[in-house]
């Protein structure tokens, strides 16, 4: 973490891809291309009742480990594209850290991406109930 | 008469409001809840500003003020509902308006192996009672199928459900499918053969005038915020042989005679039911919203937002990939278009509509079973209603198949 930027360093250059959007829409459309590329996929045969995320209107399904470095890892995959966009953007910025610092992130990139769905505090709200999940399973790693 | 829909949404501030990246808001998600008029604003913040007490209690002008209102509400709203005001508890919405049913009536006049019988197209608020009541007395809950290609109830397994059923349960129109159950027909059959039964009005109540007398049915349940008036408030009207087999459920203040050490003893008729401090804006509210409503003539407002539904559906089925769940253009629907896109992720294709000011649902409409029957985890759903107009449908419709060019 680098000044008050509460995400890691690593992840300035997609937080600034998503700034320089003209609109809103050219920032889903990006996002949605971030879902297609998702560093760390959950294919949909290892989704299952352990590893998905409630949430009132998409399926969104993680799994967090440590890889062979000690860097935590987390792979996963959501039926809404928004959802996996980003979770991909989540993976990028996660992949390879140290867990102890996964637990303390908070989720204030999607707001600077300017993704306004991601801010909503709705029970349904599938990015937060996941990005949740991801820093409650990386204080378990500790 | 016709419908001055101009005049009618110059009563609803929020309709002219932009949203924060600028568009118009087009709302619609009636289905969920109702837009407000400004004479229910402004009955709800007169009461907070000149009479707000606590009512049926204290020698004061304003606890008279504020019992009046409530009282004048409940016999305005009773009116409207085609009974008196001995048949009408007030309850926060249709939800507690069925657990009051349940807890009230069931619970007193059920024992194990009784039956009640309910559709797959209900609503959560009139399933997980039942389910809840299963669990507690050993009641056999009974569920009527859909059929999935007309998207209406099965009938010919309703008649033989409800064979020995105590308690048929039906939703009057679903807030998925729009579609308007043959409740005359429902009734008749339960009736004969000794069962009582409940209407879950939620949904027809903004669409068409719910006459309880007339109807037949022993209970029906109502939410003000559907039909213009407040949230929070509501109603079970109850026909008066039946709520005189209602034992008490929310026990406390107001709904008793008289407290001692030794025990208590309750209140009659809709007063056992009304527990502690009244919510009275929402009461006052929702008479506002009543009379306001009175104005117009019913199948008017439903020949428009049928008119708009039905448009809005034979549309989008010419658009590539969607699919609509119910017959909307039937005239009897109530203006619910619920619908998928086969490559576009329903919570995904909310959001993108949301951007163009659109508000429509997403998700399971709390009718898990029904979701179930028709093979699907959830829909959108575009719902309409009295101030809706068709340059919205048709701005709706655009802007779908721009999305749909773009993101699919």
Known sequence: ?142 | MTLDIEAIRADFPILARTLPNGKRLVYFDNAATSQKPQCVIDAMSEYYEHYNSNAHRANHTLADEATTALEGARNRISSYFGTSPDQMIYTSGATEAINLAAYAWARENLSEGDVVVLTEMEHHADIVPWQQMSIDKGIEVRYVPIDTESFTLDMNAFEVAIEGASLVCVVHTSNVLGVRNPIEKIIEMSHATGARVLIDCAQGAPHERIDFDSLGADFVAISAHKMAGPTGIGCLLVRVDAMAEMGPFMTGGSMIKRVSTEGSTFQEGHAMFETGTPRLAEAIGWGAAVEWLDQFDMSEVHEHINDIASWTASRMREIPGIRIYGDPEREDSSGAVSFLHEDIQSQDLALLLDEGGFAVRTGHHCAQPLMDALGVPSTNRASFWIYNTMGEAESFVQYLEEIIDRFA
Request: charged content about 25%; proline content about 5%.
């Open chain 1, 1 to 142: 973490m680098v000044g008050s930027r509460r995400w890691p360093e690593h992840l300035d250059a997609v937080v600034e891809e998503f700034q320089a959007c003209f609109d809103a829409m050219e920032r889903y459309e990006l996002l949605f291309s971030y879902a297609k590329r998702h560093p760390s996929p959950l294919p949909q045969e290892e989704w299952d009742d352990d590893n998905q995320v409630h949430g009132c209107q998409s399926r969104a399904h993680v799994i967090c480990s440590v890889d062979e470095n000690g860097g935590f890892l987390l792979r996963g995959g959501a039926d809404a594209q928004i959802v996996q966009g980003l979770m991909a953007v989540t993976a990028i910025a996660v992949n390879g850290m140290d867990p102890a610092d996964v637990a303390g992130m908070e989720p204030d990139y999607a707001e600077e991406m300017g993704i306004r769905s991601s801010l909503t505090p709705s029970r349904a709200n599938g990015f937060l109930n996941m990005f949740k999940r991801v820093t409650e399973e990386a204080a378990l790693l500790l």
